[in-house]
């Protein structure tokens, strides 16, 4: 009986241990995870002023886009998939300074309506792989009564330079781009997905084209700014600070 006593009380107290060893192991990890950089009351503070500052200065940006603009007709909201208020700023001082004759907008939709307005001498050229987006762009520029721009569908295509790109018949007859503004196609999911521009634009480009790539702040947009200027003898290239990063090359 004593025997039968004894045994059950060291099973007691081995289930006990092992509970204890658990929760020492919950409680090491929690604290782990609590140290964690992403966790830190300092950095979460540091990261909410960056933010807090980006969208003060996108307020000031769009602001400064609307006054300049003069739209007389509603527009889109400038979050998400859309070009933000700080690039579109940006591409209507560059064509304020280059006049362009010739733009090719890649990946249309408030940059179409943006560069059309800062342009209205220009033929704008706006290109997009969906019929969706597209016809969204044809509405907004109906209802801005924009009469500049060749909004053309170009499905996505297997490409020799690469990712799936742009139907090319769909550039075919587009020379001497003075302005060209890269942001499609969706290059989240692919951070090669905009190179194949390199292949088929560099030809097409008047000898004072200026380029601007958005979404400069991932790999693949930098490094095809980067290609750009290895092809591009005499150019500079700047790295903009804005919300999702943009670069822009133009002749020294």
Not at 42 to 49: L, N
Not at 181 to 205: N, Q
Not at 217 to 232: K, T
């Amino acid at each position: 009986m004593f025997d039968w006593f004894l045994s059950l009380a060291l099973l007691a107290v081995g289930l006990l241990v092992i509970y204890q060893i658990r929760l020492l192991r919950r409680i090491s990890g929690k604290l782990r995870n609590l140290s964690k950089p992403e966790r830190d009351p300092r950095v979460i503070a540091k990261k909410s002023r960056e933010e807090n500052w980006q969208h003060y200065r996108q307020s000031e940006y769009f602001a400064q886009l609307i006054h300049l603009m003069d739209f007389k007709a509603a527009i889109p909201g400038l979050r998400s998939w859309a070009a933000s208020a700080d690039v579109l700023l940006t591409l209507v001082n560059i064509s304020q300074k280059v006049k362009p004759k010739v733009v090719l907008d890649l990946g249309s939709g408030i940059s179409t309506l943006v560069l059309a307005k800062a342009t209205p001498a220009a033929k704008v050229f706006s290109i997009d792989h969906l019929e969706e987006f597209a016809g969204k762009t044809k509405s907004l520029l109906a209802d801005h009564e924009i009469t500049n721009v060749d909004l053309r569908v170009a499905p996505l295509r297997p490409n020799s330079a690469g990712s799936d790109w742009y139907e090319l018949s769909a550039l075919s007859d587009i020379n001497q781009i003075d302005l060209l503004f890269i942001d499609g196609p969706p290059g989240s999911k692919d951070d090669k997905a905009r190179h194949p521009v390199l292949a088929h634009g560099l030809s097409k480009l008047s000898p004072r084209a200026v380029i601007v790539i958005d979404d400069a702040a991932r790999d693949g947009e930098r490094a095809l700014a980067e290609m750009f200027l290895e092809a591009l003898p005499g150019y500079e290239l700047e790295f903009l600070n804005h919300e999702k990063g943009t670069a822009v090359l133009r002749p020294k």
